[in-house]
């Protein structure tokens, strides 16, 4: 059966993104005209994810908001004559069913996927964390890429992996490929944020993973590691140490990972999407040309 689930992980603090996501989630921040959240959810529909399961916590409403349809808000453009407004809310009809569980206390990525088990059940799903859009404009089929390696190696797990600059290997986990690093490889093993000297590649997981089942009894056994939080990265290494089949696929040349869990990362995403916009777009450079001189 092809999978259709996917769950978004949106609880974590985002403390460094400070003050912005003090009273609002980071996942929420826009990214040009939309929320990030939104570019994750269009990206899945698009590789054929139908149910979306996100794990919230406290002050993460808005994201519940964002999905329902606003009858208020439509009768208002529609009474205010503003109806070509009304496209812009077009992402209410795509079709999707939304689930929401929370994770009451921010333990850790691995956890936050751990409190989807008892709604996920025996089915294989994917995981898309909700600060990263995977291309420009989410214009990215890397999780439909995914499933079918998914199925077609019968593999326990597939995890999307980007070439970093070596000295950004500390942030991310990092694959240890088996043998070569082609576009589709076998894990030799992974490693949650080593230092650059301990680092066994530059390829740093990219945001989105396909797992079956299984992993729950893993990430159930998994004890807090880096940070003091129980990370998935440990659950997948434990997956790989017991002869599981992980497989990488890589991000292709046009699908780069814009990462919002930071400023750095956030404001280039920003410029970047702003810059592409087709209306505001051409103006903006102008005005960034004027600036810069
Ligand atoms: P991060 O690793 O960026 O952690 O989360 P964070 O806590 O959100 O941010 P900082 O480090 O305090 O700035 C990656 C993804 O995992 C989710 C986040 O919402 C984000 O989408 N996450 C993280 C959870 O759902 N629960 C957690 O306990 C941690």
Redesign the pocket.
């Known amino acids: 059966m092809p999978i259709d689930l996917a769950v978004v992980?949106?609880?974590?603090?985002?403390?460094?993104?400070l003050p912005s996501t003090k009273s609002q989630p980071?996942?929420m921040l826009p990214v040009g005209r939309k929320p990030v959240v939104q570019y994750v959810v269009e990206e899945l529909a698009r590789s054929g994810v139908r149910r979306l399961l996100f794990?919230t916590?406290a002050g993460k409403t808005s994201i519940e908001n964002h999905f329902d349809i606003n009858a208020e808000l439509i009768a208002f453009l529609r009474e205010t004559g503003k109806e070509e407004l009304l496209e812009e809310l077009d992402f209410e009809r795509m079709g999707l069913e939304y689930f929401y569980t929370r994770?009451r206390k921010?333990?850790?990525?691995g956890?936050?996927v751990l409190c989807a088990r008892p709604i996920v059940g025996n089915q294989s799903f994917v995981v898309a964390?909700?600060?990263s859009i995977i291309g420009m404009n989410a214009q990215s089929a890397i999780v439909a890429r995914m499933a079918e390696q998914f199925e077609k190696a019968r593999a326990e797990a597939v995890i999307a992996f980007e070439e970093v600059p070596r000295d950004d290997v500390v942030q991310y986990g990092i694959a240890k490929p088996r043998a070569g690093a082609r576009d589709v490889f076998e894990l030799a093993d992974i490693i949650e944020k080593p230092s650059v000297a301990e680092a066994p590649s530059n390829l740093a997981v990219a945001a989105r993973y396909v797992f079956r089942p299984g992993i729950f009894d893993l990430l159930a056994e998994t004890r807090p590691g880096k940070g003091g939080?129980i990370q998935l990265t440990d659950a997948i290494r434990t997956l790989i140490h017991k002869g599981g089949k992980v497989l990488g696929v890589r991000l292709a040349a046009g699908e780069r990972r814009f990462d919002i869990?930071?400023f750095e990362s956030y404001f280039r995403a920003f410029c970047e999407f702003a810059l592409a916009d087709p209306r505001y777009g051409p103006d903006l450079r102008e005005y960034m040309r004027q600036l810069l001189r």
């Open positions: 992980p949106v609880a974590g603090q985002g403390t460094r993104l980071k996942e794990v916590g994770q921010q333990l850790g990525l956890h936050a964390l909700g600060d939080e869990g930071n």
